[in-house]
């Protein structure tokens, strides 16, 4: 698997996600296996204005070695100058966010949006292509919703402007996350275009990983809600695809472990008032399926301090063993 000049070991990927995939939770998913990650997604205005809060959104880890900074926005010109902003984090690739379903993105001509509109999205990809000298991608959808099915259409334009790669999430705008992917879309667009082309869209384990595979014909996959709470899916998938051996399930204490391990991490690089706030979220992901988890998902949505996060893991670990 290779975009232009970069060569990747393995194909499992892990998908930008807003408010969620930030440094700490990058960096502990390349620790067990991801082959490369992506920021959260930075508007090109606020980038461009020197918004501060991007510079920390950029910010890659020590352990990404292979990394994307991901921009989103309507305006050729501005997308170009950001992304030569981008150029100061060092990231391996400039990706451009055309497939994000949020209003607040989506309905002010980002995102998902873009999909309504082809030619626009062509042209700033020309435009960030031209201005900066690393790899060019886009994470598209389906389409807007089930009236304007155009992935293939889409991937076409941003080809012939120069995009290096295109990860499609196979479904369309309107149906968010909801329902099924569309195998079929994903694998039409790999069969349209002549770069690599990454699916994306309910991939939880090494066996949907495969069946992504099989059924797309894609170059690699990418995951993104399947990995919240559970950062080992990229070496379960690793194992299956190169080696076809199964690797077991975390113990309830290796779970525990590394989410305490994923929350310290946060800590360190915003500081514990934040990280805990943070912490709400994921601890939610982590403790899904266990013996009382309700109960301690309730109690871990008003984490205040580390501590408090220690007193109910070790609960945890001692009503489940």
């Given at each position: 698997m290779k975009i232009k000049n970069i060569e990747f070991d393995d194909i499992a990927f892990l998908a930008p996600m807003a408010g969620v995939a930030d440094k700490a939770f990058r960096e502990l998913c390349v620790r067990f296996g991801a082959a490369y990650t992506v920021t959260e997604m930075v508007s090109s205005k606020g980038l461009t204005m020197g918004d501060k809060k991007s510079?920390?959104?950029?910010?890659?880890?020590?352990?990404?070695?292979?990394?994307?900074?991901?921009?989103?926005g309507d305006n050729p010109e501005i997308m170009a100058e950001a992304a030569v902003k981008c150029l100061q984090y060092k990231p391996q690739i400039i990706d451009?966010?055309?497939?994000?379903?949020?209003?607040?993105?989506?309905?002010?001509?980002?995102?998902?949006?873009?999909?309504k509109n082809p030619q626009l999205a062509g042209e700033i990809v020309k435009a960030?292509?031209?201005?900066?000298?690393?790899?060019?991608?886009?994470?598209?959808?389906?389409?807007?919703?089930?009236?304007?099915?155009?992935?293939?259409?889409?991937?076409?334009?941003?080809?012939?402007?120069?995009?290096?790669?295109?990860?499609?999430?196979?479904?369309?705008?309107?149906?968010?996350?909801?329902?099924?992917?569309d195998y079929e879309i994903i694998k039409a667009v790999k069969a349209a275009v002549g770069i690599p082309v990454i699916?994306?869209?309910?991939?939880?384990?090494?066996?949907?990983?495969?069946?992504?595979?099989?059924?797309?014909?894609?170059?690699?996959?990418?995951?993104?809600?399947?990995?919240?709470?559970?950062?080992w899916v990229f070496q379960q998938i690793n194992a299956y695809l190169n080696d076809c051996t199964v690797v077991p399930l975390p113990t309830?204490?290796?779970?525990?472990?590394?989410?305490?391990?994923?929350?310290?991490?946060?800590?360190?690089?915003?500081?514990?008032?934040?990280?805990?706030r943070e912490a709400r979220h994921h601890a939610a992901y982590y403790t899904k399926g266990l013996?009382?988890?309700?109960?301690?998902?309730?109690?871990?949505?008003?984490l205040e301090s580390l501590e408090q996060l220690e007193e109910i893991t070790y609960r945890i670990i001692k009503e489940n063993v």
């Amino acid at each position: 698997m290779k975009i232009k000049n970069i060569e990747f070991d393995d194909i499992a990927f892990l998908a930008p996600m807003a408010g969620v995939a930030d440094k700490a939770f990058r960096e502990l998913c390349v620790r067990f296996g991801a082959a490369y990650t992506v920021t959260e997604m930075v508007s090109s205005k606020g980038l461009t204005m020197g918004d501060k809060k991007s510079a920390l959104l950029l910010t890659l880890g020590d352990e990404e070695k292979t990394a994307g900074a991901q921009i989103f926005g309507d305006n050729p010109e501005i997308m170009a100058e950001a992304a030569v902003k981008c150029l100061q984090y060092k990231p391996q690739i400039i990706d451009i966010n055309m497939g994000c379903p949020a209003p607040k993105v989506a309905m002010n001509g980002g995102g998902a949006s873009l999909m309504k509109n082809p030619q626009l999205a062509g042209e700033i990809v020309k435009a960030v292509s031209s201005d900066v000298d690393i790899p060019v991608t886009a994470k598209i959808r389906k389409g807007w919703d089930k009236n304007s099915i155009n992935a293939v259409q889409m991937a076409e334009i941003l080809e012939k402007n120069g995009a290096a790669a295109i990860a499609v999430h196979g479904r369309t705008r309107k149906e968010m996350y909801s329902g099924s992917v569309d195998y079929e879309i994903i694998k039409a667009v790999k069969a349209a275009v002549g770069i690599p082309v990454i699916g994306n869209g309910d991939v939880v384990d090494a066996q949907s990983a495969a069946v992504m595979l099989e059924k797309t014909n894609c170059d690699a996959v990418m995951i993104g809600r399947g990995a919240l709470g559970n950062p080992w899916v990229f070496q379960q998938i690793n194992a299956y695809l190169n080696d076809c051996t199964v690797v077991p399930l975390p113990t309830l204490t290796e779970k525990m472990t590394v989410m305490l391990q994923h929350i310290k991490k946060i800590i360190e690089y915003k500081g514990e008032y934040t990280a805990m706030r943070e912490a709400r979220h994921h601890a939610a992901y982590y403790t899904k399926g266990l013996r009382g988890g309700a109960k301690f998902r309730a109690e871990m949505g008003s984490l205040e301090s580390l501590e408090q996060l220690e007193e109910i893991t070790y609960r945890i670990i001692k009503e489940n063993v």
